[in-house]
């Protein structure tokens, strides 16, 4: 029997994903059997994650293409590229994501904007190119990836936070209007994860002792820990699934 997890014949493109969670998330579609698009901005990086990847999977299973995800048109060409050269696209993992550190106070309207274009518009974007060719063959799979702080707040983090609270509503619109033409749009929202990106906050002896105080289940997350959840919402395992944002935190989000 074919399990219902199985991706294979299917192409998945992550955005963000030539580093960190978004590479992870991308090697985990392809254990599971995807074809693969990568997408960054630094294309000498995209290239390695690219080759890395393609090494482990095959060349013929790992594709990248470096494009703005907030420009429109750069986005459409290389849709169209992607699916001349490697057939329709069947999952989108729209992953790209910036964090910008300031008190609200402080913030400039340049910032404010440079977060939320990356976090927020580019999931429209990339999202609403990729549902305008899934949706005349009615079946397709989108996943944002969220946050903790879709749902919770810090300090020094407000245009972020505010970009992924939006995030799941974004989630929700896709799936007021496209569930009924067979498409699914979930989110993933993941809790602290140890990446070479959050290094900095782990070896913060202050900061690491409120995560492991306040995540119940007392450690950080790992990248394998997101992997699953979305392969899950990948597969036909999650046919039934539409506009809900599945929280791997720990338990962060589920106590005071």
């Known amino acids: 029997m074919t399990s219902a997890f199985d991706l294979t014949g299917r192409v998945a493109l992550v955005t963000g994903s030539s580093r960190g969670i978004g590479l992870a998330l991308a090697a985990g579609l392809a254990e599971a059997g995807a074809t693969l698009v990568l997408n960054g901005m630094d294309e000498h990086r995209l290239k390695a994650s690219r080759d890395a990847l393609a090494a482990r999977f095959g060349e ?16 459409a060409q290389a849709l169209t590229s992607i699916e001349a050269d490697l057939g329709a696209i069947d ?19 340049q910032d404010w904007r440079r977060v939320l274009d990356t976090n927020l518009t580019g999931a429209f974007v990339v999202g609403r190119q990729t549902a305008l060719r899934m949706l005349p063959r009615h079946a397709g799979k989108i996943i944002n990836i969220c946050s903790v ?28 209007e496209w569930a009924g033409e067979g498409l699914q749009i979930n989110g993933v929202a993941p809790g602290y994860i140890h990446t070479e990106m959050t290094q900095n906050l782990v070896d913060d002896e202050a900061f690491n002792s409120w995560i492991l105080g306040r995540t119940p289940a007392r450690r950080w997350g790992t990248v394998a820990d997101v992997v699953g959840p979305v392969v899950w919402l990948a597969s036909s395992a999650s046919d039934y699934v539409n506009g809900q944002v599945v929280f791997v935190d720990g338990g962060m989000t589920a106590v005071v």
């Open 91 to 109: 999952v989108l993992v729209n992953n790209a994501g910036v964090q910008h550190r300031e008190p609200l106070v402080d913030v400039s309207l």
């Open 60 to 75: 013929d299973r790992v594709a990248a293409r470096a494009f703005d995800i907030v420009d429109e048109d750069a986005v």
């Open 149 to 176: 702080q879709t749902d919770l707040a810090r300090p020094t983090i407000g245009p972020y936070t505010a970009a992924k609270g939006a995030l799941r509503n974004l989630t929700r619109a896709m799936t007021a």
